[in-house]
């Protein structure tokens, strides 16, 4: 994938994990990075836009941020309704299209 | 509500044909750029290709590229990806999607494209 995000994090309820999402000067780094969370069976849901701003209806919980050409998004006070997977993506400038990174497999332990 | 609802996904042998849609309700479809997005199975989120309102300006993922036409109806509210040649890397659940600020808002919950002799 164009971003690099880690396969899998874990953590327990109550907790604060963080994902990272790496990308280059094309991406990440001259557009804004959306984050998407996904259960298997349904639609994938926007988590985060813009870097860090939260569609209504999504917890305060989730965060996002964005430092040149690397976002990431925290969850905190974690809870088992957590566990799914979860995608950044962004405009891509030399290729015309989004990209996605590969995903991160949230486990609540 | 906002919805989005694909179809015309089904089981199709190597270098064939399908046609999906995408049915819109709840928002002026006319008014919003669309997308398709796939997922292989065990894989990642792919995007695969985007059509502005008017459908002056498309853009497909190089993987579909010459193979795959998107296209739209706004009398019709409706979204369509037309894929030819198919291969079994296309093999996905696709979903569409309403574009708004380049992000994508909501999904429709899929239709299944299996591509196998």
């Known amino acids: 994938s164009v971003l690099t995000q880690p396969p899998s994090v874990s953590g327990t309820p109550g907790q604060r994990v963080t994902i990272s999402c790496s990308g280059s000067?094309?991406?990440?780094?001259?557009?804004?990075a959306n984050w998407y969370q996904h259960l298997p069976g349904t639609a994938p849901k926007v988590l985060i836009y813009?870097?860090?701003q939260r569609p209504s209806g999504v917890p305060d919980r989730f965060s996002g941020s964005k430092s040149g050409t690397s976002a990431s998004l925290a969850i905190s006070g974690l809870q088992s309704e957590d566990e799914a997977d979860y995608y950044c993506?962004?405009?891509?400038?030399?290729?015309?299209?989004?990209?996605f990174g590969g995903g991160t497999k949230l486990t609540v332990l | 509500e906002v919805q989005l609802v694909e179809s015309g996904g089904g089981l199709v042998q190597p270098g064939g044909s399908l046609r999906l849609s995408c049915a819109a309700s709840g928002f002026t479809f006319s008014y919003y750029h669309m997308t398709w997005v796939r997922q292989a199975p065990g894989k990642g989120l792919e995007w695969v290709s985007y059509i502005t309102d008017s459908s002056d300006t498309i853009y497909y993922a190089d993987s579909v590229k010459g193979r795959f036409t998107i296209s739209r109806d706004n009398a019709k509210n409706s979204l369509y990806l037309q894929m030819n040649s198919l291969r079994a890397e296309d093999t996905a659940v696709y979903y569409c999607?309403?574009?708004?600020?380049?992000?994508?808002?909501?999904w429709g919950q899929g239709t299944l494209v299996t591509i196998s002799s």
């Open positions: 999607a309403r574009v708004i600020s380049r992000r994508f808002d909501p």
């Open positions: 813009s870097d860090g």
């Open positions: 993506a962004a405009w891509d400038d030399s290729l015309n299209g989004w990209v």
């Open positions: 000067s094309s991406n990440i780094g001259r557009n804004t």
